[in-house]
């Protein structure tokens, strides 16, 4: 990721890889900031409550209270932390030890592997099964399938631990009530955590639903749930998450945090207590509130990026939720044959088209095997990953690009 951001920003292009959002975010969560650090009460500009801001964790316990249909206790039940990023280093370094085995399904977002194995832990990938690629016609994320049986034959007496992403990033696939059911069976027989990543859970594309694995029977007391600010706000920079999940297995991300960073930015915290509270407040008007408008705002922007890639003659993955587009490149007419045919180096394919398109067509992109682990790289080397979460300027510069093509 860090590699491409980089590129992006070398060769001037229009960045659809790295994914944020570039239109403005709701106003009184800035407002609420400016407020924050310039307002009456000056200690917000002081360390807060290490585990999380106290108004920040009550507005999360209340919203989530209703959420998941039970009672969160603000003190012993939720995490904050810098960015989702550090609820999952937490969940997974208060929680693995030196051998234990960690199931991944791939595709995944890319820090978990390295996560786990700072723990000591071993990953170990399950890939969830593409279809066949249809030329020119469009694919749905939710083509992707888990094999049972592969998950199954994954799990060994050292897996302590499995995690999960939906809707995942870079597939935009939202997990079904039969798949989460299926794996949290397998999850209680075998007696593993889930971290279940649900950083996009508000992302979600009509008529697809978003199932949280903590809520079916049995998964509460094993489910670290693992969410972000600045995905619920369009305020990726603030970097701001939390975990959910029972006292006993907060209580271990909690070691981990107060030997990290002990705590994180009260501002921002108080800042998205005051967002979270004005929300709270409109969640039965699906109309109003943030959480239900910007996906409405954004299918939209999914179908636009769709239309462009398909008349392009790339085959775009339609997501049901997430800010993100697969699409494969392969059948576009006249690429350079130094991406196609060479087998120089181990350099996947996907990444030395992004490279070229990057350079050539100022248009960049992630390539999708960023999302594999090294033995399945091959899997997605006719991907690559485009973030749709775009002002309409963006979008129109890429329709340009797309247009100008061949
Ligand atoms: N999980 C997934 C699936 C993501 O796409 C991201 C986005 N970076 C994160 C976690 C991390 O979120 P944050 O920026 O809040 O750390
Ligand atoms: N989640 C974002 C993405 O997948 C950003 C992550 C990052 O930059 N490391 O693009």
Redesign the pocket.
């Known amino acids: 990721m860090v590699e491409y951001t980089g590129l992006a920003a070398q060769h001037k292009a229009v960045n659809l890889g790295q994914?944020f959002p570039d239109f403005p975010p709701p106003e009184y969560v800035t407002k609420a900031l400016a407020e924050a650090t310039n307002g009456k009460n000056t200690l917000l500009n002081q360390y807060t409550r290490g585990y999380g801001h106290p108004r920040l964790v009550n507005v999360i316990a209340e919203v989530f209270s209703k959420v998941h249909n039970r009672p969160i206790n603000p003190m012993s039940e939720i995490l904050v932390t810098?960015?989702?990023?550090?609820s999952?280093y937490c969940a997974i370094s208060g929680h693995i030890n030196p051998d234990d085995e960690v199931i991944i399904i791939e595709p995944f977002?890319d820090?978990y592997e390295p996560m786990v194995r700072f723990a000591g832990g071993k990953p170990v990938f399950v890939a969830l099964k593409p279809p066949q690629s249809k030329a020119g016609k469009e694919m749905h994320s939710s083509d992707w399938l888990l094999d049972m049986k592969d998950l199954e034959a994954a799990f060994t007496p050292k897996t302590r631990m499995i995690i999960l992403?939906t809707p995942?990033?870079p597939l935009g696939k939202v997990f079904t009530k039969k798949e989460l059911s299926d794996i949290a069976e397998i999850c209680i027989r075998k007696n593993i955590l889930v971290v279940s990543?649900e950083?996009?859970e508000w992302l979600i594309f009509e008529p697809y639903q978003h199932v949280r694995i903590a809520d079916l029977p049995g998964m509460w007391e094993r489910t670290i749930t693992?969410r972000?600010?600045?995905?619920t706000f369009s305020v990726?920079g603030w970097?701001?998450?939390w975990s959910i999940a029972p006292a006993n297995l907060i209580r271990n991300c909690q070691v981990a945090l107060q030997n990290v960073t002990y705590t994180s930015p009260t501002p921002i915290q108080e800042a998205v207590a005051v967002g979270l509270e004005i929300e709270k407040e409109r969640m039965d008007n699906k109309d109003q509130c943030y959480f239900y408008t910007l996906p409405a705002m954004l299918v939209a922007k999914r179908d636009q990026m769709a239309d462009m890639l398909i008349k392009t003659g790339l085959t775009p993955i339609i997501p049901e939720g997430g800010y993100f587009m697969l699409a494969d490149y392969s059948k576009l007419k006249n690429l350079p044959s130094s991406i196609m045919m060479s087998t120089e180096g181990d350099e996947p394919k996907d990444s030395r088209f992004v490279k070229w398109m990057t350079a050539e067509k100022k248009l960049a992109t992630i390539p999708v095997s960023a999302f594999y682990s090294k033995e399945h790289k091959h899997l997605a080397e006719n991907y690559i990953r485009f973030c749709f979460s775009k002002n309409d300027q963006t979008l129109d510069a890429t329709r340009k690009i797309l247009d100008d093509w061949m």
């Open positions: 994914g810098i960015g989702a990023y550090q999952l977002f820090c992403n995942n990033n990543d950083v996009y693992v972000s600010a600045g995905k990726t970097k701001l998450g």
